[in-house]
């Protein structure tokens, strides 16, 4: 019988915890490309404790990030899907589909701050297509994540 530390050690699944970073190591399939509509909303995900945003850009790029805005944690599920990512809602931030900040309106031009600025997600994303697939949606892609080096 499990004691009740090895059960948590088994069962949580959260970034930094034994199995969490163990899960991070493999592809986990999450949603079908096909759902997601290049320019439309973006699709809530849950994943290994982490709430996360799948979306797809009006250029067809797609993307999973997290759920929450790095500035004041306003959802990105609302945010608009804009020409480079998805812009914020609440004072317009806009993140590429790999979570990089974009643009900043509200910073001087000459700021170089949204450099500085990526969403925080542990786990992410590798998107992998059947050969030929890339920037159509067809039911053989998936969306998957995977240990990223410029996610820690
Ligand atoms: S909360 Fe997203 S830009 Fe401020």
Redesign the pocket.
């Known amino acids: 019988m499990l004691t009740a530390e090895e059960n948590a050690q088994l069962t949580r699944v959260g970034p930094g915890t034994l199995m969490g970073d163990l899960m991070r190591h493999y592809w986990i399939p999450v949603v079908q490309s096909s759902e997601l509509i290049a320019g439309g909303r973006p699709k809530r995900v849950r994943l290994l404790g982490e709430d996360l945003v799948a979306f797809r850009d009006p250029g067809g790029r797609a993307g999973l990030v997290s759920e929450f ?6 959802s ?1 599920y609302f945010a608009r899907n804009e020409e480079r990512g998805l812009r ?6 806009q993140y590429g589909p790999g979570g990089r900040c974009v643009d ?1 309106p ?1 910073e001087r031009p000459e700021s170089n701050f949204q450099d500085k600025v990526t969403l925080t997600v542990q786990v992410l994303a590798g998107l992998q297509l059947p050969p030929g697939a890339r920037g159509r949606r067809g039911p053989g892609a998936h969306l998957v994540p995977a240990r990223h080096p410029g996610y820690a």
């Open positions: 805005c790095a500035h004041r944690r306003a990105l914020c809602v609440y004072h317009g931030w900043m509200n």
